[in-house]
């Protein structure tokens, strides 16, 4: 082959990923969030008491779609969790292997809604994700009032288009292949919807409602079905009002596993008010622990500053009060957290 040739099949290499890459509409994004946290564990053994520089939930992303014709969308979507900071007490192995998967997918889209198959978080906790204003910093409601949110392995969603002025439906059915929800492996959990999640959202100008239930076949959670199933149930509101913000979530479990069987309950009112490039937020929240569970009340306060819409540092105070032994915390953090 001559030179001229040579080039001509070099460039023609080059090209075609990159019109494919066009043709397919494929995004890379990201979003770096690091904290710098002082903790007073207060004999708490699952959190580490002091100094800690700590990654929260830093990921990187691509996601694409194309045309199929007819309104019809083919789409994908591959997201990583990055540990930007020491997550396995090695400070000298820059973290090595630290990778986990987030919401990862194959699906057709159109004017009908959305269908997609892969890992992805379910109806369930979608529903109110809006809603969490300290979402993934220390003061997360996931963490602070235990709310039961799940990234499912396995799951077949679909998501409506909006409709009647502002409702979205949308459910999630998910084969375990085995898996349960506490770790373990049961051959009996062998069923094409072992556990789904359904979710009603409703945003229409300052409004937001939402409502979700979940269940997870005794299969799922101890082998042979030994347990009762477990069901979730959750409700949440939002009102933005110019400046202002508030928003509440209530949810009640029945049979919770990771409550010894019990039936808590958790709520949580958060609050925010904007000025300039600064946000104050504030939340306080309860969870009920039931019979054999213990209670514990948690509040938190926070100030954001916007260096722009994709670069945002802040300061919070959270303080976690439970009546478990050895489980009361209270710790300041401060992130900065960038988007691209």
């Keep these: ?11 023609a290499a080059m090209v075609a990923p990159m019109s494919a890459m066009s043709a397919s509409n494929v995004t890379l994004y990201g979003k770096a969030h690091i904290s710098q946290d002082y903790v007073d564990a207060d004999s708490n053994a699952d959190l580490f008491d002091g100094w800690d520089t700590v990654s929260r939930a830093s990921r990187l992303g691509v996601k694409g779609s194309e045309d199929l014709g007819n309104g019809l969308k ?18 000298n192995d820059n973290d090595g292997g630290s990778i986990k998967m987030r919401n990862s997918y194959v699906g057709l889209s159109g004017n009908w809604g959305t269908a997609l198959i892969g890992r992805h978080d379910t109806p369930f906790k979608i529903s109110t994700g809006r809603l969490d204003l300290f979402a993934d910093r220390m003061a997360d409601y996931n963490n602070t009032v235990k709310f039961f949110d799940v990234r499912a ?12 002025g502002g409702l979205t ?6 084969s375990p292949g085995g898996s349960t929800v506490t770790g373990g492996k049961d051959g009996d959990a062998d069923g094409p919807a072992d556990a789904y999640s359904v979710a009603a959202m409703y945003s229409n100008g300052p409004f937001f409602l939402a409502a979700a239930h979940e269940f997870y076949s005794d299969d799922m959670i101890t ?3 030994a347990s009762d199933d477990f069901k979730l149930y959750r409700v949440g509101a939002g009102f933005n009002w110019e400046a202002f913000t508030i928003n509440g979530i209530f949810e009640a479990h029945d049979s919770d596993p990771t409550a010894g069987g019990e039936d808590p309950t958790m709520w949580q009112v958060q609050g925010q008010w904007k000025f300039g490039n600064n946000a104050l ?9 039931d019979d054999g569970a213990e209670d514990q009340s948690t509040y938190a306060v926070g100030l954001d500053h916007n260096f722009s819409k994709r670069t945002t540092a802040y300061l ?4 976690v009060d439970s009546d478990a032994a050895d489980a009361d ?3 300041a953090s401060l992130g900065v957290i960038h988007k691209f």
Excluded at 1 to 10: G, R, S, Y
Excluded at 153 to 164: E, F, G, Q, R
């Design 329 to 331: 915390y209270k710790g």
């Design 316 to 319: 919070l105070w959270t303080d």
């Design 169 to 174: 439906l949308a459910g999630a059915i998910v």
């Design 223 to 225: 082998p042979g079905g």
């Design 153 to 164: 392995d396995n799951a077949v969603a679909y998501v409506s288009p909006t409709m009647l």
């Design 74 to 91: 083919g789409i994908f979507k591959m997201e990583f969790q990055i540990a930007m900071t020491d997550n396995n007490d090695d400070i």
């Design 281 to 289: 937020k504030a939340m306080y929240g309860d969870y009920d622990g």
């Design 1 to 11: 082959m001559n030179k001229k040739l040579l080039t001509v099949a070099v460039a």
